[in-house]
């Protein structure tokens, strides 16, 4: 499998208007910006967010060096956005600890990371001046905190049209924190400086985290060509007029398993040939312009999308195939296969319900 996706083991949102108050356990991450007061700044949140170490280690393992990162947070609910406006995802400097908190908790609980604080203890404040070249913090007179962050960044512009899912490539980060340049701390996703502490904004712009009961929580996604074809004398398929069939469907799986697909493909209607033997028998390969994808069965979501590099079919001379990491998949949930091929310049969509189910290794 060219794509194989890991989830957090920490994220919270951390709040101007709540210097010590710790979300961590929410189910929503807030990137939103509150009516403002006093005219001093707007009231605004920031997202903390961390994949272990050892996760992306045996990410990077799996997919080699010539490897891309994405980091992906779902959009769970819109209001009144501006119509054009950019986000910023930095390297976060300091450590923190994502707490067991909720916005809504009475009394307010402060046992992980927050506006002022980076730890529990309440003890720890976030290192707001005299920082490294290269690393910074923002903040007003009454807005002291908010993390700090290598100046670093990458960006994702959003406009009236566009999807509002946050989707950008920090594969420079991942090669920075495998390649002991800076530790890993996680991210931090922020709204621009031109607009965080701008009073005129007021919007809604929120995020499933970690701890959602939906399939969309937050990802690092790592994708990579690994693709490979050695068809020898196997003929490719010479027309759309074909059956496939998927083999190495064993219908359930555990998430350690990595399993190879194969896929089978038929001529519906062989030439007429003298011969003492069945045509059907004989199997042709799919185009190298094949892909597949994999859809969540209950929500109909494609977790896997048709993906040009990362998900292309190979070939040997048996039949195309792909190979698959059911770790890279959330366990407890049924899945279904679809396959795609470019075929005399068409694009054809193969769904014939083939379906699995990854579940959890009891230890």
């Not at 896929?263 to 069945?278: C, D, G, L």
Request: charged share 20%; with cysteine.
């Amino acid at each position: 499998m060219g794509v194989y996706k890991i989830f957090p083991s920490q994220d919270t949102t951390i709040y101007t208007d709540y210097k010590t108050l710790n979300a961590g356990l929410d189910s929503i991450l807030d990137l939103s910006k509150n009516a403002p007061y006093q005219f001093a700044s707007s009231s605004t949140s920031r997202i903390l967010i961390k994949f272990d170490n050892t996760d992306i280690a045996d990410a990077v393992s799996k997919s080699g060096p010539n490897f891309t990162a994405s980091l992906k947070l779902y959009n769970a609910h819109v209001e009144g956005i501006p119509t054009n406006f950019d986000i910023e995802v930095h390297p976060v400097y300091q450590s923190w600890a994502m707490g067991t908190g909720r916005f809504n908790n009475l009394p307010e609980s402060s046992d992980g990371a927050s506006w002022t604080y980076r730890n529990p203890n309440q003890t720890d404040a976030w290192t707001i001046t005299s920082l490294p070249s290269g690393i910074t913090s923002s903040y007003f007179t009454r807005d002291e905190g908010g993390a700090n962050w290598y100046t670093a960044s990458v960006t994702q512009s959003f406009d009236y049209f566009s999807t509002k899912d946050i989707n950008v490539d920090v594969t420079q980060f991942v090669g920075w924190w495998t390649g002991s340049v800076i530790t890993n701390n996680g991210f931090l996703i922020k709204n621009t400086g031109s607009i965080e502490f701008d009073y005129s904004y007021k919007y809604t712009f929120n995020f499933f985290s970690r701890d959602t009961n939906t399939i969309y929580p937050p990802c690092l996604e790592f994708k990579w060509d690994d693709s490979t074809f050695n068809p020898g004398s196997t003929p490719y398929v010479p027309n759309e007029e074909i059956n496939i069939a998927l083999a190495n469907n064993k219908s359930m799986f555990y998430e350690t398993e990595y399993v190879k697909f194969r896929v089978y493909a038929r001529e519906k209607y062989p030439a007429r040939v003298y011969s003492q033997t069945s045509l059907y028998p004989y199997n042709k390969l799919l185009p190298t312009a094949s892909y597949y994808s994999i859809i969540d069965m209950n929500s109909n979501v494609k977790i896997v999308d048709f993906d040009n590099v990362a998900t292309k079919l190979s070939n040997d001379t048996t039949s195309s195939y792909f190979r698959l990491h059911m770790a890279g998949l959330e366990p407890e949930r049924y899945y279904k296969i679809q396959i795609k091929s470019i075929i005399d310049g068409g694009t054809y969509i193969f769904d014939d319900d083939y379906y699995f189910k990854v579940l959890q290794t009891v230890n």
